[in-house]
């Protein structure tokens, strides 16, 4: 965590003596988050509520949002320690498990050389992954009915990362994004035939998952990944680029693959639901080893924005749900029922993808309030639930709502503004909270997640992922020696 004084102005949820005080700093800020003041537990409660979608039951409104770990082994499969993580996500009680995490549909698309990979290779492995996870869940509840367990299959385009140095595979050329991983003029972009390449190995992968149990795949669409950039391939030429039936034809041609080989299968999307210019570290107010307050990259010269999803054109730092609004029709019209929305990137705006008080080593600090990125993230899933209520939704960016997620998570279920409570952060620090919820048990509150980033710091480090301050696991590894050399060491 990198501590700086303008920090201080935003509301410390830790501090707060109750439900009261939260809904005033809430209403201090002028946002809209429901929230209630009782917590309900037991069959009473709207989290416990069962719902069927495409055919599947899901048996509470907890979902574990893809947390990947940086820890795989380098011809893609789990380690020790991703299987640690995947019994986590099992035991936490919550019935939908989105994705376990990132796994690549080929080695070149890893967007680390420690992700996972879905091939014939790794097949059993992940087979063994996902039964332990499942084995997990039955031990912790004492059954897995109502338990659904899909699978986030990626290509990391952009952010290859396969080896130990970037291997950028883009769609057009960005003119801030090209700048910062530092591409040549002459720099290819992928060719219509790679893409259908990389659409085969979509559906190979996605068969295999099948195979091996998973009951749905997520064609992930988000955080500035090769689905992502599809979506804001404005500038590109040809089959997949311009128009909006351009820009979803991979998405159109992976679900039409799947379908033919693997019928059966469920398909979700996640999907960054806006995006925003990115942002950079304050130049003025940076310091060696403290990086200064987000600010949004200038932008004069680049107006109309051309190169954002969901972004408003002429106000690059506000989202425009009008396109998302039309490739969730879109899905909806393919017969896709599962959806999980989230915003932005880690990579150049994080604050708009997980509001966090406490940024990572490469980070900037919070230009605004967290509280007000989740507002944003729960704000556009109601906007667009409203629109498309014939999908399942599952929000993002709870984990900083901290000591309040019950509260706030019944009244969204209740007032119907989400249909799932996605928890991604707090399933590594604090995976037991859907449980301890819905059995009406207190929060076990010093377990909580603080958004101090180190499961951001450490990957970005070479390190595997982790909660190093709060899960005593990684706390006590080597692993904790190693990151904390790396933050004391000057920056680079
Ligand atoms: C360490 C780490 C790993 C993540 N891995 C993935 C991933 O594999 N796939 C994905 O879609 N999102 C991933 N995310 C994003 C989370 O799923 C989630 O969207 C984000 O943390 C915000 O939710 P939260 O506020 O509950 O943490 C990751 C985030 C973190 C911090
Ligand atoms: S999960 Fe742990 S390491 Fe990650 S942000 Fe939360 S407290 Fe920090």
């Given at each position: ?203 190979r992968a996605a068969n295999l998952a099948w195979q091996i149990g998973f ?178 939704f599952v929000g993002t960016a709870y984990t900083y709502l901290q000591e ?89």
């Open positions: 965590m990198t501590k700086n004084v303008s920090m201080s102005k935003y509301v410390k949820l830790a501090t707060l003596r109750g439900v009261d005080d939260f809904l005033a700093a809430v209403q201090q800020l002028n946002l809209h988050i429901p929230c209630d003041q009782q917590v309900l537990s037991g069959n009473t409660s709207p989290l416990a509520q069962p719902i069927t979608v495409d055919g599947l039951t899901i048996g509470n409104r907890f979902a574990v949002q893809p947390m990947e770990g940086w820890d795989g082994t380098p011809d893609g499969k789990p380690s020790e320690l991703t299987f640690r993580r995947w019994r986590r996500f099992g035991s936490s009680g919550a019935k939908l498990v989105w994705g376990g995490e990132a796994v690549a549909v080929q080695h070149d698309g890893r967007a680390n050389p420690n992700q996972l990979v879905l091939n014939e290779d790794t097949r059993d492995d992940l087979a063994r992954l996902r039964d332990a996870l499942v084995e997990e869940h039955r031990k912790a509840t004492g059954s897995t009915d109502g338990l659904v367990v899909g699978l986030q299959l990626t290509h990391s385009g952009r952010y290859s990362r396969p080896k130990d140095k970037p291997e950028p595979r883009i769609l057009y050329r960005h003119p801030i994004l090209d700048r910062r991983l530092g591409l040549p003029d002459d720099y290819p972009v992928l060719t219509d035939g790679e893409i259908r390449q990389i659409i085969d190995s979509f559906i009951q749905f795949v997520d064609i992930k669409h988000c955080h500035g990944y090769l689905g992502h950039e599809f979506l804001s391939a404005y500038t590109r030429e040809g089959d997949y680029g311009g128009s909006f039936e351009n820009r979803t034809r991979f998405l159109r041609e992976v679900v039409q693959g799947i379908r033919a080989e693997a019928d059966g299968l469920r398909i979700g999307v996640r999907l960054s639901a806006f995006d925003m210019i990115p942002f950079r570290p304050d130049p003025e107010t940076s310091r060696p080893g403290k990086p200064g307050r987000g600010v949004p990259e200038p932008y004069e010269g680049l107006l109309p924005y051309r190169w954002g999803f969901g972004v408003n054109p002429y106000h690059p730092t506000e989202p425009d749900l009008t396109e998302p609004a039309a490739f969730l029709a879109l899905l909806r019209d393919m017969g896709i029922r599962l959806v999980n929305l989230t915003a932005g990137s880690p990579y150049y705006n994080p604050h708009i993808q997980r509001p966090a008080l406490y940024p990572p080593s490469d980070g900037y600090q919070p230009p605004e309030d967290p509280l007000v990125g989740v507002a944003r993230q729960m704000g556009a899933v109601r906007t667009l639930k409203e629109q498309l209520p014939e999908l399942a309040f997620i019950p509260h706030v998570a019944q009244a969204a279920v209740r007032e119907g503004w989400t249909d799932f409570v996605g928890l991604g952060r707090m399933m590594l620090a604090y995976p037991e909270l859907p449980r301890d919820v819905l059995d009406g048990r207190p929060l076990q509150t010093a377990r909580l997640c603080r958004t101090f980033s180190d499961c951001t710091t450490a990957p970005r480090n070479g390190l595997p992922s982790g909660c190093y301050p709060l899960d005593e696991f990684y706390k006590r590894s080597p692993m904790a020696e190693q990151l904390r050399r790396v933050k004391q060491s000057p920056p680079r």
